[in-house]
């Protein structure tokens, strides 16, 4: 074939994908971006050109309080699933010996990716609610006198439960990072006398970044526009971004959550940059 | 080489175990609690067996339908599967060789992933809006679901192909097969096993996609609307129940996904 007939080919081929993300991925965010500048009447919502929902978005306490308390989930998700996944994807990748376990095991953590978020969620309500599992075993213990409330319907079981949701989004490519690590690598470091902590600061830590970048770069932009875990186990107080902008959205108000839309997208693109800035992820993609 | 296994090993071993008791834990305290009498409750403990509550779900319901919305979930995954596997497998067919505009190409790929997602739910719905077209589980849904289920599907395709080997191909087209005939009789069989699989992991995405369609599905809910609509009203265990039952559903799909993925790869080798 020519070269012009395989670029026409290759283009003819990658069409209905890009017009998939055309469609209903980037002309959406521009008309969010149009419409943050339009007007609401009270009823509807009419074109126009003014900076009122921005005014409105930045000079509202509501805000700055919401993104803090955004942040808050952020960096506590962050830092967990970090903590966790990491010693899991390393006992998998540099512990577990047989390549047939390693894929068996590695499943066992993805299936329930797979799953319902909501039931995921609800399924621990019988465990941490007042009468749940975990009060009966303390109260029987005689641990505590009376039952705990934070355990659910507060910012812990918030995070809780988007710690369970979104750590195989740090896993998947921590994993990933630590399988293409040259084992040989490892041998030379030993055979020059480092120790089992230096080789690991020294070499895997280092060779390991790439993935951890990735792994929170999804954790992070997951987290920033969450709603709906905010709102099933945050159980009305606990208040976040993607909650705000819900609840806007519930009451017609489509400009001003397309204002606070814009921010968050800004906000959110702003963290992945200093994530990529930090980490060079290139030699992963 | 086997080492000694050192106390690392162990204790890793053990954060392990307990990583996996905190995944499936909860997932199993809803499923004893699903299998109740009709005394059953929704917390512990569990005060007999029985299979009532399963069999409620069924039943017509004050607070919300089960039927329908399952129906609806199907056939929108069904869609999704299809749509899905269809673009990424063209999609990552092209991306085998590198031509202009391939990089953005794939960015915009990936930024549908880590867009947060009520921009999606908000955008289709201010499109539709604008449009004056009414919102839909078949149009506007479908187009949220995609946004989700295509870059995965693409991803893991691209994946396949990394470790495609093109000697077959080239092989094809030497004795004079046509780009099409090179195609459905050499590299679709070859990739077969992988379409299936990834196939049902795009349905199984649809199948409980919740927050990109949560504000545009219209009239007709989807299955996981249905049952967060369920969270607020129903209080018995009809909706662990439920719970149980999608799960299962789910759970099923992967293992034939699983299945089907081995055993067609096996009769490949043969």
């Known amino acids: 074939m020519t070269k012009l007939g395989k670029a026409v080919q290759s283009y003819l081929l990658v069409t209905p994908q890009t017009l998939v993300f055309l469609l ?15 007007q609401f009447n009270g009823y509807a919502m009419v074109p126009a050109f003014s900076f009122e929902n921005y005014l409105n978005v930045f000079q509202s306490e509501v805000t700055l309080k919401t993104y803090l308390n955004t942040f808050k989930f952020v960096a506590l998700v962050w830092l967990f699933t970090l903590l966790i996944g990491y010693p899991v994807a390393y006992f998998l990748s540099f512990y577990v010996e047989e390549l047939r376990w390693q894929v068996i095991l590695f499943l066992v953590c993805t299936i329930p990716f797979w799953t319902s978020n909501i039931i995921r969620m609800i399924s621990w309500v019988p465990l941490l609610g007042k009468g749940g599992l975990v009060n009966q075993l303390l109260l029987q213990l005689n641990l505590i006198q009376q039952p705990l409330e934070f355990l659910l319907y507060s910012d812990f079981a918030v995070v809780l439960g988007m710690v ?35 080789i690991f600061q020294e070499v895997i830590l280092p060779l390991s970044a790439p993935g951890i970048a990735i792994g929170s770069i999804f954790v992070v932009t997951l987290v920033m526009g969450e709603f709906v875990t905010v709102r099933l186990m945050g159980g009305g107080q606990a208040a976040s971004v993607g909650k705000l902008i819900q609840t806007q959205i519930g009451s017609l108000q489509y400009p001003l959550a397309a204002a606070n839309a814009i921010l968050l997208l800004v906000v959110t693109l702003m963290l992945v940059v200093s994530i990529l800035r930090v980490v060079d992820i290139r030699k992963e993609l | 080489m086997r080492r000694q296994r050192s106390p690392v090993f162990y204790s890793l071993a053990a954060f392990f175990g307990l990583f996996v008791l905190f995944l499936y834990g909860p997932m199993i305290t809803i499923f004893m609690l699903s299998l109740q009498g009709p005394d059953g409750a929704l917390t512990f403990p569990v005060r007999s067996f029985g299979f009532y509550w399963l069999g409620q779900v ?5 607070v919300g339908n089960f039927i329908e919305p399952f129906q609806r979930s199907l056939l929108l995954g069904a869609l999704v599967m299809v749509l899905s596997v269809g673009c990424a497998v063209m999609a990552s067919l092209a991306f085998r060789r590198r031509f202009k505009g391939s990089i953005l190409i794939f960015y915009l790929t990936i930024s549908s992933l880590i867009v947060p997602s009520i921009l999606i739910s908000l955008g289709i719905g201010v499109v539709f809006q604008v449009l004056g077209v009414q919102t839909n589980w078949f149009t506007s849904g479908l187009g949220a679901h995609l946004t989700w289920a295509l870059p995965i599907a693409f991803l893991i395709m691209i994946g396949v192909f990394n470790r495609f080997n093109p000697a077959y191909e080239e092989a094809a087209r030497d004795l004079g097969a046509s780009g099409f005939a090179t195609f459905g009789q050499i590299v679709l ?6 379409v299936v699989g990834v196939g049902l992991l795009c349905f199984t995405l649809s199948y409980d996609e919740f927050t990109r369609t949560s504000l545009i599905s219209g009239q007709y809910n989807t299955l996981p609307l249905e049952i967060f609509g369920m969270t607020t009203n129903v209080t018995s265990p009809a909706l662990y129940a439920v719970g149980t039952l999608t799960t299962l559903f789910s759970f099923s799909i992967i293992l034939i996904a699983f299945i089907a993925y081995s055993l067609y790869s096996r009769r490949q080798r043969q």
Request: hydrophobic letters at 60%.
């Open chain 1, 164 to 198: 369970h949701l979104y750590i195989i989004f740090m896993i998947a490519p921590i994993f990933n990072s630590l399988m293409r690590i040259d084992r040989t690598l490892i041998t030379a470091a030993e055979d020059m006398g480092a120790s089992g902590l230096q």
């Open chain 1, 24 to 38: 209903f991925l980037l002309f959406p965010i521009v008309m969010i971006a149009v419409v943050s500048f339009w």
């Open chain 2, 58 to 62: 069924f039943q017509e319901q004050r």
């Open chain 2, 189 to 194: 069989p070859l990739i077969a096993p992988s």
